[in-house]
């Protein structure tokens, strides 16, 4: 009985030499593929994780010196989060606040630096579409009315697309292009809900121009009688 068990146990060895022979250097490399794809998804995560905390720690330096208002640490600390951890939101977030800061600091060139990098550079379109409609304000408060449409006509999403609308008609409106002005502020008009607070604003606007906004019809809303 034992000679039989040895001797099916000698098969058996044969048998997994002989697969082992066939089929080790592919199961080889497929373990040493799959362990080394959880060993590069394990550090990833890593260092993502690493990246974060330290753009946060940069992320904070920003928001003490802008509540501080010293725009010359603002200015340097939104340099070394841009330049080291440029793809992370907190640093396309401290582009928003320095710009903030250096424009009320007198530093409009840097301020407008700060809002283009975000604009063009950051990951999530709402905070894009805030740093378009914030620098579009300040090329029209220095009359680059050309520079602040192409800011607001540059891929707006859908949720901001009512505030770019409103913006549009104030920069033809100060280009004496008053048509324009009132097709661009009905736009806003239309797609404020009734409860939005920049509804009676664009009101104000559209009645300047001569506008009745009683017959307007609202987007989704009956038009009033």
Known sequence: MA????LEEQEQLDELKHYWNQYGNAITWILIVVF???AAYNGWNYWERRQAAQASFLYDEVDR???????????QAFKDIKDKFG???YAQQAGLIAAGVLAERGKPDAAKSALQWVAED?????????AKL???????GAKDYDGALKQLNSGIPREFE????DRRGDVY?????????KLEYMKAWQAFGADSQYRPLVEVKLTALGVDVQTLKPAGETAKS
């Open 3 to 6: 000679r039989h068990l040895d």
């Open 36 to 38: 080394g794809a959880i």
């Open 65 to 75: 010196a802008a509540n501080a208002g010293d725009a010359a640490r603002v200015e």
């Open 87 to 89: 793809r992370t939101a």
């Open 122 to 130: 950051a990951k999530d379109e709402g905070l894009q579409a805030i």
């Open 134 to 140: 914030r620098l579009a304000a300040m090329l029209v």
């Open 162 to 165: 009512a505030l770019a609308a």
């Open 173 to 181: 409106n100060l280009q004496g292009n008053k048509e324009q002005a």
